[in-house]
């Protein structure tokens, strides 16, 4: 029963192939019809002439004069990246402004905790001591 089985499937997919090898596809298209003469040229060169590469770095030298477009597109570009760089330094400095005031006020917190502590720890119910009863902040 298997070895049925396995024919059949053999002998489908050889129909299969052999009726496909026939079948021009349309995702694919051969050029069996096409003569030579009839293909489509290359479209640019990829190298040229000595002359016209000497021309091309003859016309616009490091020395040549630049347009004013070229200069204010110039300028234009500086000032775009200046301002990118002051808003990056800008929002570094905002956030090294931010961290050093949280740090500061953890500071300020452990300092009054520990000051508390102590004075709770050598409080003997007099009257606390002259330099711990001020009302300076």
């Not at 091309?56 to 004069?65: A, C, D, I, L, M």
Request: proline share 3%.
């Amino acid at each position: 029963m298997r070895w049925k089985q396995i024919f059949l499937s053999c002998l489908a997919i050889v129909f299969t192939l052999a009726i496909l090898k026939e079948v021009e596809s349309a995702a694919v298209r051969t050029d069996r019809g096409v003569k030579p003469e009839e293909k489509e040229p290359v479209p640019r060169q990829v190298f040229v002439t000595e002359s016209d590469a000497s021309r091309f770095f003859k016309r616009r030298t490091v020395r040549s004069v630049r347009s004013r477009n070229e200069y204010n597109a110039e300028n234009r570009q500086r000032l775009t990246v200046d301002e990118r760089r002051k808003e990056n330094h800008e929002e570094q400095l905002h956030e090294w402004e931010n961290y050093v005031e949280e740090e500061r006020d953890e500071q300020y917190e452990r300092t009054r905790e520990k000051t508390e502590s102590w004075r709770e720890w050598h409080y003997d119910g007099l009257y606390p001591s002259y330099q711990y009863n001020r009302h300076v902040y």
